[in-house]
């Protein structure tokens, strides 16, 4: 009797300990929607903002003489160059505030990023952000109109998509406002920028920009960029092939002054530091 | 007669098995440590979730669990940084949970708890092994709080070490994982 009952209970504690268990497991989190790794392809903003708190730093280069110059000037990196210090803050993580300052004209400008929609997708996931600026002219070498035509705005609409994770593809319109600030009545300039990054490796990835003027004023030609980026950890290394050597976007976007096509490029560089306070 | 007795108890005991289920709005907290030269990451997340079935045979606690964290939400503090981890070296997308599925071998009673070794497999960036983990688990209002601290040999989970400027890892990180488990309903 008692052997029978240790076999019941035996198998009652089996069927116990073979319970399974109601708990079931959530479906994993899928995190923050990011295409570009950067902020910039060359001269025009991708889609993407920093985590809240981030800061980063940015040093820019355009060496004025073209790569033509030869050996004598070292392929235009004896200079002079065009210089850009930027630093970006990220509010929260969709808005981004950037101070940018470079040494032509003395140009200073505010911009603001915001992150405004993302939309999941498994092949074209896509990304878009505005971007408006205010940009001061506080040293120049000719008289303008008036003290408030130093002052410039733009403003971007930024559509990124990545796709197989590999190839981005940006369209950036901008609009800006007081593109010739020496000219007696204000101009704009209506751009429609565009690029493709692709990313051979978790390091190294090549890119190409255009950005050509589409209604209003322009410099001589519409501006182009080739470039290879160095991603390390918080850092990025751009080394640019450009036909225009302005840093600060109320100046690029006016346009450029050499033909890239007939080889009248320029080399530059970006590189840019993630700081956490 | 005897035996009888005994049988009823076991069964008794063995029925008051109980599952318990991570509470996920408490105060949990997963934490890795990577002390490499130079740079020492600390990565968070409170994205804990699992269960365990408690079984007590014979006055001894014993039981079943399945532990996951759910790896993209893993905060080092820096968003690019996390990027880097989640896409390069644990690849979330392909293994979103790193998980931990074992049985309670030994459980000893202290002052205000149990002092407990597990056994199971850690299961994590697609490679599983075998791991012993201890940890100290103590009664709270409603039901368990657990910790335990162990170490991950990135290598043995063929996770790539970041050789390259702001992620420098360490060979081995330090895992601190802290829960709440509350009866489930």
Known sequence: MGKRIIAIAVVLSCTVWAQTPSWQRRAPETGPLELFHALHVSMLPTAETLQQGDLEFEVSHRFIPTIDSGADAFYGFDGPANIRLALDYAVTDRLLITVGRTNVQDNLELQIKYKALQFRHDRFPVLVSLRGGSAYNSEIFAPVKSSVRRWQFYGQLIANTLVGEKLGIGVVPSYLYNSHIFCCDPQYSFTFGSYVQYYASPHWSVFAEWNPTVSGWRKTYDSFSLGLELETGGHFFKIILTNNDKLNSSLFLAGADRDFWAGDMRFGFMITRLIKL | ?185
């Open chain 2, 1 to 185: 007669m005897k035996h009888l007795t005994f049988s009823v108890l076991f069964i008794a005991a063995v029925v008051t098995a109980q599952e318990y289920h991570v509470d996920r709005k408490a105060e949990n907290l997963v934490k890795f440590t990577s002390d490499a030269p130079l740079e020492k990451i600390v990565g968070t997340t409170k994205a804990i979730d699992g269960y365990v079935l408690l079984q007590s045979i014979d006055g001894k606690q014993s039981g079943e669990f399945q532990f996951e964290v759910d790896l993209a939400t893993l905060d080092t503090g820096i968003g690019l940084r996390n990027r880097h981890m989640r896409d390069n070296y644990l690849e979330t997308k392909r293994y979103p949970f790193a998980v931990y599925k074992g049985r309670i071998i030994e459980a000893e009673e202290t002052a205000d708890g149990y002092r407990v070794k597990t056994q199971g497999i850690f299961d994590l960036h697609g490679v599983q092994k075998e791991m012993t983990i201890d940890g100290r688990v103590t009664a709270t209002e409603k039901g368990y709080r657990a910790e335990s601290r162990f170490e991950i040999a990135l290598a043995d989970f063929k996770i790539e070490r970041p050789q390259l400027m702001l992620l420098k890892v360490g060979e081995v990180v330090q895992v601190e994982v802290e829960f709440y488990v509350v009866p489930a309903k």
